[in-house]
Nanobody
Framework: QVQLVESGGGSVQAGGSLRVSCAAS?????????MAWFRQGSGKEREGVAA????????SYADSVKGRFTISRDNAKNTAYLQMNSLKPEDTGMYYC??????????????????WGQGIQVTVSS
């Protein structure tokens, strides 16, 4: 059974940095599948933040985080990361990792992915 577990969230002041991780278990084909990060603010829809190809060479970002966030992965550790710099209060929300394309569509669309983590809170104060 595939499990994705996020870690590394927390609270930080605006301008600060955080790195969240997503560890996959029970997933023999982690390195063969795309990964992505999403977030959901209070009262908002879940939105795509960043996506990464199987080997990590290709990445995609939401306009709101370009130049500030970096997605990466370590296939030897079955782990994906999201480095978040220059954080803003509007970055506050639950952050979720997702894996494996289940249907064609935007790489930053929630409906595209099969497996999801339980989410982790990131709070940025002004």
């Amino acid at each position: 059974q595939v499990q994705l577990v996020e870690s590394g969230g927390g609270s930080v002041q605006a301008g600060g940095s955080l790195r969240v991780s997503c560890a996959a278990s029970g997933y023999a084909f982690f390195s063969s599948n795309r990964m992505a990060w999403f977030r959901q603010g209070s009262g908002k829809e879940r939105e795509g933040v960043a996506a990464i190809s199987t080997g990590g060479a290709s990445t995609s970002y939401a306009d709101s985080v370009k130049g500030r966030f970096t997605i990466s992965r370590d296939n030897a550790k079955n782990t994906a990361y999201l480095q978040m710099n220059s954080l803003k209060p509007e970055d506050t929300g639950m952050y979720y990792c997702a894996a494996e394309i289940k249907q064609s569509g935007s790489l930053l669309s929630p409906s595209t992915y099969r497996y999801w983590g339980q989410g982790i809170q990131v709070t940025v104060s002004s």
